[in-house]
C-alpha cells in the first residue's frame, strides 16, 4: 500500500515522464518509418528540394491530371527566368494581354475565343477590338478578387516569360558554312561499291575459348563506353502469367447455359426486359447502343459493336432471329477493362446507315391552341400530298416551318443518338421509326414535344444496321478452375522463393528464374521501372496488379532475387514476378552487364577471326566463298551496310576509287568493300538556303512543345531543352510509391 501512496504523490511527474517516453517512441518510430532526413521524402523532390505538397494539393483542384507538370515545369522555368533576369513590365503585359503594339493574339484557348470571330472562328482587326473590349470587362471583374487577379496575372507573365526564354535560346542557335557545306556533302556525296560481306553469327559461341578473367579486362576496358552507360537508375522486373481459362468443363456448362438463354429469348415477350435480366451488361432499348455496328464502323469506339464477319448473317436475319452466341471482339473488350465477353443478339428492328428526309414544323408555344396547330399542320400535309410537284409546294410552305432547315441528309438511329450538340429539332422515336419501316416518298403527321411534324422520306440506303436486344455474359473460369490455378501459382513461386534464397550471384538467380519459365511453358515479360518515376502503364498490366509488382520492386531491402509476395490475380491470370535486374545511372557494375560484356565480347572475338581469314584478300578471292553484292551508298544513306563502317569508308582516309579496303569490322559482321566509283555532289556557290534549313531544323528540336515533358521518353521524341532543364533539376516523382505505403530509398 505504501508504493500505491508513493505512486499517488508523485502522479503528476509520473504522467510527464511517461508523456516523455511515449513522445520518444513515437519519433523514434517516425525516424524509422520515413527517416532521418524528412526532405528525402513526400510526393517527390525538384533540385532536391522536397515538392511542396500543400502547394501541390491547392493546385491540384484547378489542373488536375496535369498538376504534376504544371507544378515541376513552373519551378524548373523560374529557376531559369531568375538566372536570366527575365522580367514582364506593366506595359509589355498589357501590350500581350490585349494583342497590341506588334502582339498578336496569345495562343491560348480562351484568348483565341476572345479574339475570334464568332461566324468564322478566324481573328481580325474587327474581331480583336470587340475581344479587347470582352477581355478588359473580365479583367475589372477579375481585379476585384486579389486571388483570381493574381493567378491570371501569374499565368500570363510566366506564358511571356517563357516565349522569351525560348526565342533567347533560338538566336543562340547557328549554323556555320562548313556545317552546312557537311550536310550536304554527306547526303549527296555517293559512292558505288561491291562488298562482301560474313556475320559474326556464322561463328558458334562455343568456338571460342575464353575465361572469366578475359570478361572482367574486356568490361574494364569498355565499361565506360556510350552503350553501357545508364542516364536514369532502373530495376527491371521480369514476369509469367499462369493463365487462369476458363476450363474445357467450365466452357461446355457457360455454352449450355447460353443455349437455353438463346432459346428464352427468342420467345420472350418482352426481349428487351428479358436480355437486361440476364445480361452483365446493363442497356437500355433506345440508345446509341441498341443498335450495333461492326468493328470496322466509323462509330465502334462509341458503340456497341460485333465483329465484321457477322455483317453478312446479320444483314440477311429476319426480325425475330437469333444470332450467336458470338465472341465479342477487341472493340467490345476495350469497353470492358478486357475482360472476356460472349453475346447473343436478337435482332428486333434494322437501321439503315443513311436516310434523307425533310419536314414542315408547326410548333405549339405555351398558351396556343393545339388543335388550331393541327389542322394547320393538316391543311400543310393535304397541300404536300395532293400537289404534282411535291419539291415547288415543299419550299412554298417550307417559310411557315419553325425549323428553316427542314431537309436532313443523314437521318438515322445512329444520328439520332449522337451527343447532345449534334441533335436538330427532326428528331424522335416516331419520327426515326416511320423514316426506318416506310417506303421512300411516304409523308405523315407526326406529333412530338416540339410541335407537328409533316415528314417526307426522300432516299434510303440498302445498308441495314440490326437494331438488337442482346444478352452479354462474361467467359470466366469457375472457383474451382480459379482454385486450382491459384494452388499452381503458389506451387511455382514457393518453388523459386525455396532456390533462389539458396543462390548466391546475379546470374544464378536470372539463369534459375528463366529455366523454370521455359520448363514450364510460361510467356516470360518484363517492365522497366525507372527509379525517379516508377510506372507501369495500365495497357500492360491491370492498376492492382502493376502495384503489386512495384511494390515487390521498392520494399525495403529489394534486390535481385526478390519476388512479390503471393500470385497477383490480373483480370484471368496469376502473375508472379521478380526483381530481374537493378541499374544505377552511369557506369555500371560487372555483375549488371555481364551478360552484355560477354556477348560484346564473343562478337569482338568472331569478327577478329572473321578478319584474319579475310586480311590479304582481293573481293575476287573472297567472292568464291562468299557472295559478292552492289550498292549505292553515302554518309546519310547507308543501305544495310553497318554504320561503322560507313563511317570508315567516308573518313578523309577512307578507300578511293578502284581502292579495295582492309577487312572492316560491323556491328554484325565483317566487310571488304571495294569503291568502283566516286560521284561528288555538285558544287554550290552559296550554303545559305541549307543553313536556314539547318537552323529551322534545330530550332523546332530544341524548342517544341515546351509543356508536354515527359521523363520517360526516348531522347528522339524529347523536346531537348526541357529535357536538359529536367536532368540537371534532378526531378524525382514519388507520388506512386507514396500512394503504396513504400519509402523511394534509391532515388533521392
Known amino acids: 500500500m505504501a508504493i500505491i501512496g508513493k505512486i499517488r504523490e508523485k502522479s503528476i511527474l509520473l504522467v510527464i515522464i511517461i508523456g516523455l517516453a511515449l513522445l520518444a517512441f513515437i519519433l523514434t518510430d517516425y525516424k524509422s518509418m520515413f527517416g532521418v532526413n524528412e526532405g528525402e521524402y513526400g510526393i517527390g523532390h525538384v533540385f532536391g528540394e522536397k515538392v511542396d505538397q500543400v502547394r501541390f494539393n491547392s493546385l491540384e483542384a484547378k489542373y488536375g491530371e496535369n498538376t504534376w507538370n504544371y507544378y515541376v515545369d513552373s519551378l524548373i522555368m523560374n529557376k531559369e527566368f531568375d538566372a536570366l533576369g527575365l522580367s514582364i513590365s506593366d506595359k509589355e503585359f498589357n501590350a500581350y494581354l490585349m494583342a497590341e503594339k506588334g502582339f498578336g493574339v496569345i495562343k491560348d484557348q480562351s484568348m483565341q475565343g476572345l479574339f475570334s470571330d464568332s461566324i468564322t472562328g478566324k481573328v481580325t482587326e474587327e474581331s480583336k477590338k470587340l475581344g479587347r473590349i470582352k477581355l478588359k470587362q473580365q479583367l475589372d471583374q477579375a481585379k476585384k478578387n486579389k486571388k483570381d487577379w493574381a493567378g491570371i496575372k501569374s499565368y500570363y507573365s510566366n506564358l511571356r516569360k517563357r516565349e522569351k526564354y525560348l526565342d533567347i535560346i533560338s538566336q543562340g542557335i547557328y549554323t556555320t558554312s562548313v556545317e552546312a557545306e557537311d550536310e550536304y556533302k554527306n547526303t549527296e556525296d555517293k559512292k558505288s561499291i561491291r562488298y562482301v560481306f560474313k556475320p559474326t553469327n556464322s561463328i558458334e559461341d562455343s568456338e571460342i575459348k575464353y575465361k572469366e578473367s578475359d570478361l572482367v579486362r574486356y568490361y574494364a576496358d569498355h565499361k565506360y563506353d556510350a552503350k553501357y552507360q545508364n542516364e536514369k537508375s532502373y530495376k527491371v522486373v521480369r514476369y509469367f502469367n499462369v493463365s487462369n481459362a476458363p476450363s474445357s468443363s467450365d466452357s461446355l456448362d457457360f455454352f449450355n447455359e447460353f443455349n437455353v438463354m438463346s432459346q428464352e429469348l427468342s420467345i420472350a415477350e418482352n426481349d428487351t426486359v428479358y436480355s437486361n435480366s440476364k445480361s452483365d451488361l446493363k442497356l437500355s432499348f433506345f ?163 416540339r410541335g407537328f411534324h409533316i415528314v417526307e422520306i426522300l432516299e434510303r440506303d440498302d445498308y441495314y444496321l440490326p437494331k438488337v436486344a442482346t444478352i452479354y455474359k462474361e467467359f470466366k473460369p469457375s472457383e474451382e478452375t480459379m482454385s486450382l490455378k491459384e494452388k499452381e501459382s503458389s506451387t511455382v513461386l514457393s518453388k523459386l522463393y525455396r532456390k533462389i534464397s539458396k543462390l548466391s550471384t546475379q546470374e544464378q538467380v536470372q539463369a534459375h528464374f528463366d529455366t523454370i519459365v521455359i520448363q514450364r511453358g510460361y510467356q516470360p515479360k518484363a517492365v522497366q521501372l525507372f527509379d525517379n518515376a516508377p510506372e507501369i502503364p495500365l495497357n500492360v498490366l491491370s492498376e492492382p496488379a502493376a502495384n503489386k509488382l512495384i511494390q515487390a520492386a521498392y520494399k525495403p531491402g529489394a534486390k535481385v532475387g526478390t519476388l512479390v509476395g503471393r500470385p497477383v490475380r490480373d483480370k484471368d491470370t496469376y502473375v508472379i514476378g521478380m526483381v530481374y535486374s537493378t541499374r544505377q545511372k552511369g557506369a555500371p557494375s560487372y555483375e549488371q552487364i555481364k551478360k552484355d560484356v560477354k556477348k560484346d565480347f564473343l562478337t569482338a572475338k568472331k569478327n577478329e577471326i572473321i578478319a584474319k581469314n579475310f586480311a590479304g584478300k582481293s573481293l575476287e578471292e573472297l567472292s568464291g566463298a562468299e557472295s559478292v553484292k552492289p550498292a549505292e551508298v553515302s554518309f546519310k544513306n547507308m543501305s544495310s551496310i553497318d554504320a561503322e563502317v560507313i563511317g570508315s569508308l567516308f573518313s578523309s582516309n577512307g578507300p578511293k576509287e578502284n581502292q579495295t579496303t582492309k577487312p572492316l569490322k560491323g556491328a554484325t559482321g565483317v566487310y571488304v568493300i571495294a569503291v568502283d566509283k566516286v560521284v561528288k555532289a555538285p558544287v554550290l556557290n552559296s550554303f545559305k538556303v541549307k543553313k536556314e534549313e539547318l537552323n529551322r531544323t534545330s530550332i523546332m528540336q530544341l524548342v517544341r512543345n515546351p509543356m508536354t515533358y515527359n521523363q520517360n521518353r526516348k531522347p528522339s521524341e524529347e523536346n531537348y531543352i526541357i529535357n536538359g532543364l529536367y536532368e540537371k533539376a534532378n526531378v524525382i516523382d514519388n507520388r506512386k510509391l507514396m500512394n503504396l505505403g513504400i519509402r523511394n530509398e534509391t532515388n533521392p
Do not use: W
Open 287 to 449: 440508345n446509341a447502343r441498341s443498335t450495333l455496328v461492326p468493328e470496322n464502323h466509323f462509330k465502334a469506339e462509341e458503340l456497341f459493336t460485333y465483329p465484321p464477319a457477322l455483317d453478312t448473317i446479320f444483314q440477311s436475319a429476319n426480325i425475330g432471329q437469333i444470332v450467336g452466341p458470338y465472341a465479342c471482339g477487341d472493340k467490345m473488350k476495350s469497353k470492358t477493362k478486357g475482360l472476356n465477353y460472349y453475346a447473343v443478339s436478337k435482332v428486333i428492328g434494322k437501321t439503315p446507315t443513311r436516310i434523307k428526309a425533310r419536314h414542315i414544323l408547326v410548333n405549339i408555344a405555351a398558351g396556343e391552341d393545339t388543335v388550331a396547330k393541327k389542322n394547320q399542320a393538316e391543311s400543310y400535309l393535304n397541300q404536300l400530298t395532293s400537289s404534282t410537284d411535291r419539291n415547288l409546294t415543299f419550299n412554298a410552305l417550307k417559310s411557315n416551318s419553325a425549323d428553316p432547315v427542314g431537309e436532313y441528309d443523314n437521318l438515322t438511329e445512329l444520328f439520332l443518338n449522337y451527343p447532345e450538340q449534334n441533335r436538330t429539332l427532326f428528331y424522335g422515336e416516331e419520327i426515326s421509326t416511320f423514316c426506318t419501316n416506310s417506303t421512300i416518298g411516304s409523308v405523315k403527321l407526326i406529333e412530338t414535344d
